[in-house]
């Protein structure tokens, strides 16, 4: 969702959509959650019908180059082969 943000300030049906397999309720809460952290503002535009978009405050956009190295991470291991840990009973 932050990854969704960093991008440009977007609507929830926008992030509902980038954040696929996450429920309309959870998206709402997980934001509110973000807002009330101060990493995420929301914005009401009121004209017909009334808008709403989200964009990452000053501290969210801080959050930039450590949701990057998680990505760079993932991409790094999402596609290799993870071995179980050897059990200590299989020790000589």
């Keep these: ?5 960093m991008e440009a300030p977007r609507r929830f049906s ?10 309309d309720r959870l998206l709402s809460q997980r934001l ?13 535009f009121a ?3 009334v ?4 964009s990452l405050t000053e501290k969210g956009q801080a959050l930039r180059q ?5 990505q760079d991470w993932a991409d790094d ?7 179980p840990a050897a059990s200590p009973e299989a020790s000589p």
Excluded: F, N
């Design 32 to 44: 509110q959650e973000l807002e009330e952290a101060g990493i995420v503002e929301r914005q009401v």
């Design 14 to 23: 926008d992030i509902s959509t980038y954040v696929s397999g996450l429920s």
């Design 66 to 70: 450590v949701v990057s190295a998680i």
């Design 51 to 54: 808008t709403v978009e989200y």
């Design 47 to 49: 004209q017909r019908p």
């Design 1 to 5: 969702m932050l990854r969704c943000l």
């Design 77 to 83: 291991w999402s596609h290799k082969e993870v071995l």
